[in-house]
Nanobody
Framework: QVQLVESGGGLVQAGGSLRLSCGVS????????MVWFRQAAGKEREFVAA????????NSAGSVKDRFTISRDNAENTVYLQMNSLKPEDTAVYYC?????????????????WGQGTAVTVSS
């Protein structure tokens, strides 16, 4: 079993920055592609950014490209999401997830393990 714990969410003004962290335990971290999804109130969960097992490849949604950066530290079993130039529309609960699928899966059904989420609120 894989356990994921997110942290780093909070309240920030528009234009500000936050860094989310997701610590992973229970299995070999490098065996999993990692992703960040988010879910705003009343909306479906949406893909934000993904990173391959080794960190050599990343993918991100168009709405966050050039503002958000996903990275991972395989020595620390942690994946990060650096969020800059935050906008009120970035307000959501952010979830990290792990997938044993190779490459950069972007669909929720491709992810086996999920964290509990961390809330991000961006005020205007």
């Amino acid at each position: 079993q894989v356990q994921l714990v997110e942290s780093g969410g909070g309240l920030v003004q528009a234009g500000g920055s936050l860094r989310l962290s997701c610590g992973v335990s229970g299995r070999t971290f490098i065996n999993y592609a990692m992703v960040w999804f988010r879910q705003a109130a009343g909306k479906e969960r949406e893909f934000v950014a993904a990173i391959t097992r080794t960190g050599s490849g990343t993918n991100s949604a168009g709405s966050v490209k050039d503002r958000f950066t996903i990275s991972r530290d395989n020595a620390e079993n942690t994946v990060y999401l650096q969020m800059n130039s935050l906008k009120p529309e970035d307000t959501a609960v952010y979830y990290c997830a792990a997938s044993a699928i190779m490459g950069l899966p972007t669909a929720t059904r491709q992810y086996n393990y999920w964290g509990q989420g961390t809330a991000v609120t961006v005020s205007s």
